[in-house]
């Protein structure tokens, strides 16, 4: 760009700057001047029309108190008659008076009549619920027994109403309050266009607004306030007319036109015009003045050096320019310099001819330093051409220079890449090559060189390479340069320790172990997931804190021998227990601790500290302990436990010992009978009960239905003692569990010293106890089957009686048939136990509402055989066992359990079939109503030679039909 552009730009940009700086700051201070006025006219407008406002108000106070102190009004409130209303109280008065309601308060501040109406149209109005709240609102709001005056603009529905309240009353009045009289006039669009035609500013009534961003509320005084803001054209406002009681806000909005803005407006362009152009003629006549004393010199002077520089002649020289001035100084000066590079040309020619031998000198000496650098390093010249070609890469290539040297068109890629492609070097000539999938990095820097890794498939080894540019004299790239070094060991120890780190970092994050890394000052550097879980701390509360302290939770019983541990870990590199560390919470952990030190060049930078949580590990031991050690029904000590105590104690210096054998009997009959479940019940409660006699804790569980107490320090009196105080217990509870009772034989032997063996007083005691059991023989098996009689009547799902209703008609049957006293007396016995057996079986079976399915039969098919085997273990009841196992067997041998038939079933069972039959159909079930007796003996009979013994089936009937 020459000179004399740039100095009609500069001045120009000048002007423009000048021009904008002046426009700005004008503009401002005029703008702000505006607005102030604008704002005080908006002002004083809003305030003539509050004045309007507060003088129609005054006005409606005035008839208001006209009509308030009228003796009519006063009689009115006080006894309210219709002459008052039909005179008074109609539209001509609502006209003249300008308003739209008229309200009567009576004293207890009651509406006691009001009247509205739209005195344009003529019509009659409601007095709204939102006026009349609003006035009651302002009722509310004067003291107790104070005279209450009102005049506000209050919202009602969708308009405003101007109110005045005045008290009634009249000169001489027997009351001081009568109450309120209170005049309405509606603030309409009528009312708002009435002010605007008085102030000469359009007014719009607003019954609610939105404040917008750009406007600022100004309060005018305490009942009026202003807001609005400015656009290009108009000023928009809102007038906010309000009363100190009451919430309700009068807005009315308006719009004025912007005169004096618009004015300054057109009288601020002209001006910045004028200053325009008298800004841009001054800047002319500037630019003409510098260009003829300034840029004109200095162009003929740059022409006079273009021409020596054209010529390359330095003994031509520039004209001198005249003047006192530095362009004239300038001119001197360069015809000086001219001189001097005359002078030095002459000495180059010279010297040029000495320095191209130095040079090719040079040049072979490089080669000669190329070929003996121990990376195999190779050039090529511009148009591709192999110019160098080291020792180190005739080894690395197996390629010898003297068949490489000069050729192109990628033949140095072939050693490497099996195919003439791009390689490294060839991005320094051109940086758009496509990059070969072989290079594992790669990266042009801003010197133009360019740096590589690669695995080179042909040599079978991983390069490292570096391209570089060769420059001329004049810095053009003539060639290029790559040195290329096997870095394969390199890669694959970076494969390794890349190995290492994930094998460690799978290691440390997704092992089930607790891992802390901590520095050689104990202070944590690293936890894994694991840790957080297990300690209940997070990374940030860990990390920079002591290992110790943290996983003793600073428990001062442990932290000692956890410093212990470390120090140990420190001096031997590994070390491995067993121990309680604590969480954050400061529960107790059962851990295997282990500790291995990390060390580097043979220092210890730091180490882990591996938590291995056996918590559950330890439960299980010591549930295994105790198991091994204790019954798992009942609690107390084990068979396993009392032989190794006997042991124990044997050697000990704790006699007399004695010995308490006790067996529970009856144990089999109620699990054969009740279920296992009843069993183990009763052996359960059995436990209870010696624990409460006995204060020793050596009870042991020896059996199904075995226990025993050993008692050292005890003698054989005390032994007896504590029997009787056994018995008193196991008597307490029968007395107290009458349908569940216990009974127990016990036996007793006592070891006066070392020389009597334990064992043998464990047989004696326990002979003792089988004699005490066979003195006890019969009454505890009767106990027990009155247990099961009792348990079975509590199940009995037939109707109340069945047992006795089947004993009488068995009786009767028996007596027809001619039974002996004996067969009477057995049947007799059958009647009211043959479903002794069902106490054993299940209620889900017993009382299922519906039939059952076969499984359910079979298992209801059994309680002929629990009942057999029952009564075979109680005397009473031995006699008629037989009949209780065939009492279910039919005629024909399709009963069951035996399936035996005819007269092989023994007579009495024949006879219960038949009365017990009948009885179950008569009776209701669970699952069904019970039938009609016809329907019975009818079913009777259809049954006879089948399920019955056909020659008792006229009989029964016989004897069913006489009793009916």
Known sequence: MSLSKKLLYTVTIVQMITILLFSIIFFKLTINQIKKY????????VKQIGNIIARDLDSLAHSTSDWALWKDTYLFINDKNDNYINENINLKTFENLNINYMIFIDSKNKIKYYKGFDILNGNEIKVDNQLIDRINALINKSKQGEKIYISSIVK????????????????????????????????????????????NIPLELKVSFNKTQDERIIGISKNIALSYNQNKEYILGKMFYSNPNVTDTLVLSFKLPRKMFLFYKIISLENIIIFLVL??????????????????RIFKLTNDVIKIRNDNDFSERVSIINGPDEVSTLSVEINKMLDKLEKFKNNSIEHESKYRNLLETSNERLKQIIDFLPDATFAIDKEGKVIVWNRAMEEMSK???????????????????????????????????????????F???????????????NLGIYTWGKASPLYDKDGNIFAAIETIRDITDKIESEKSIIYQKKFFETLFLRTGDAIAIFNKDNKIVDINENFEKVFGYTKEECIGYDIDEIVTNNN?????????????????????????????????????????????????????????????????????????????LTGLYNRNYFDSKILELQKSDEFPISIISIDVNGLKLINDTLGHLKGDELLVRASQILRRAIEADLIFRVGGDEFIVVLPNTDENSGEELIEKIIDEFDKYNKENADFPINISLGLSTAKNKNDSLIEIYKRADDFMYKNKLIQKTSP????????????????????????????????????????????????????????????????ILFKNG??????????????????????????LASIAELILKHHEKWDGSGYPLGIKGKEIPIECRILNIVDSYDAMISDRPYRKGMKKEDAIKEIIRCSGTQFDPELVPLFIEIITKDE
């Open 781 to 844: 098996k009767s106990q027990i089957l009155s247990t099961l009689m009792s348990a079975l009547a509590e199940r009995d799902f037939l109707t109340s009686g069945h047992a006795d209703r089947v004993t009488n008609l068995c009786l009767k049957l028996g007596e027809k048939v001619g039974l002996s006293s004996n067969e009477l007396t057995r049947l007799t016995l059958l009647g009211e136990v043959h479903d002794l057996g069902k106490v054993g079986i299940p209620d889900s």
């Open 156 to 199: 009602a529905q969708d308009n405003f109403v101007m109110l005045s309240g005045i008290p009634i009353a009249y000169e001489n009045a027997p009351l001081e309050y009568s109450g309120i009289l209170i005049f309405g006039r509606t603030l309409d669009e009528n009312y708002v266009e009435s002010i605007s035609e008085r102030t």
């Open 38 to 45: 604008e704002e005080g006219e908006i002002i004083s407008e």
């Open 279 to 296: 800004v841009l003629i001054s800047g002319l006549f500037l630019f003409f003045i510098i260009k003829n004393q300034i840029t004109n």
């Open 399 to 441: 390629v010898k220079s003297e068949d490489i040297l000069g050729k192109g068109n990628f033949e140095y890629s072939i050693p490497f890449r099996k195919e003439r492609k791009p390689i490294l070097i060839d991005f320094v000539f051109n940086k758009n090559h496509k990059l070969d999938d072989c290079y594992l990095d």
């Open 556 to 632: 001062h019983g442990i932290i000692g021998q956890a410093r212990e541990i470390t120090s140990t870990v420190y001096d031997n590199g590994y070390f491995e227990t067993e121990g309680i560390r604590f969480d954050k919470s400061g529960n107790p952990i059962d851990m295997i601790i282990k500790g291995v030190t990390i060390k580097i060049d043979g220092e210890i930078i730091g180490g882990f500290a591996i938590y291995s949580d056996i918590s559950s590990k330890k439960k299980f031991e010591n549930k295994l302990k105790y198991l091994s050690l204790h019954d798992s």
């Open 443 to 457: 990266k042009i820097n801003d010197d133009g060189s360019v740096i590589g890794e690669s695995h080179d498939v």
């Open 851 to 876: 039939p059952l399915d076969n499984d359910e039969w079979e298992v209801m098919k059994q309680h002929c055989e629990k009942g057999y085997r029952i009564a075979l273990s109680s005397p009473e």
